[in-house]
């Protein structure tokens, strides 16, 4: 079964933890994405990357790193560095192909802070 | 800088068209997305342009204007499962970059 997918669906931290979201995808896409999305709010870049060993800050980068050491995961570690950690967070990987173009999200990971 | 914009809330009725506006600002653009999202659940995918033009995807069109910084969804046949939030994403030109609007919460009434 392809696809994109995050896991756990919900996970709930201690204030001061950090803590890591996996994302994992077998669709040999190669640009993937990190975004945060806030209630009844649109969806914020974290962070993205083009390629394997290559990621970009998002708008709302601070409190958050990455890595993409293989092109089929691109986990996002939320640190105590972050203020606001609480929200629902999304994954997607991306397929280009010129004229048209796809994007792909997994089901999120919805992250409480206590 | 970058800005995306469509309207925060509208309402339609059940078997109506609906028809959802996004203007955009980016540092380069390439293409522009539409994202349906219903409450709880990811964003899933509906349209992508790159040319000027309506796109028709059955009861869903999208239209891009590259000169005017402005797209449309078009929902026609509306029916109550189409009560959800609608993301206009922008893609930047130089990298993969994509940011979104706030969304736009739809409702339908029977």
């Known amino acids: 079964d392809g696809g994109i997918t995050q896991s756990p669906k919900y996970l709930f931290r201690k204030e001061g933890q950090n803590v890591t979201l996996s994302c994992e995808q077998n669709?040999?896409?190669?640009?993937m994405y990190w975004y945060r999305q806030d209630p009844g709010q649109g969806l914020r870049l974290i962070y993205y990357?083009?390629?394997?060993?290559?990621?970009q800050k998002g708008d709302i980068a601070e409190g958050y790193s990455v890595s993409r050491e293989k092109k089929e995961s691109f986990p996002l570690t939320v640190t105590s560095a972050q203020k606001n950690p609480t929200a629902f967070y999304l994954c997607?990987?991306?397929?280009?192909?010129?004229?048209?173009?796809?994007?792909?999200f997994g089901p999120g990971t919805r992250l409480t802070v206590l | 800088g970058q800005n995306i914009d469509q309207p925060t809330e509208m309402t339609a009725t059940e078997g109506a068209i609906v028809q959802i506006n996004c203007t955009y600002q980016t540092s380069g653009f390439n293409g522009l997305f539409w994202y349906q999202q219903h409450a709880g659940e990811a964003p899933t995918f509906l349209s992508y342009n790159v040319l000027d033009g309506l796109e028709e995807k059955g009861r869903f069109s999208s239209f891009l204007s590259r000169s005017k910084g402005y797209s449309y969804l078009l929902l026609k046949e509306l029916q109550m499962k189409d009560s959800a939030s609608y993301l206009c994403a922008a893609q930047g030109q130089k990298d993969d970059k994509i940011i979104f609007g706030k969304g736009t919460r739809l409702h339908i009434l029977p």
């Open positions: 990357s083009q390629i394997v060993n290559d990621f």
């Open positions: 669709l040999n896409h190669d640009a």
């Open positions: 997607a990987s991306r397929e280009s192909r010129g004229i048209t173009d796809t994007q792909y």
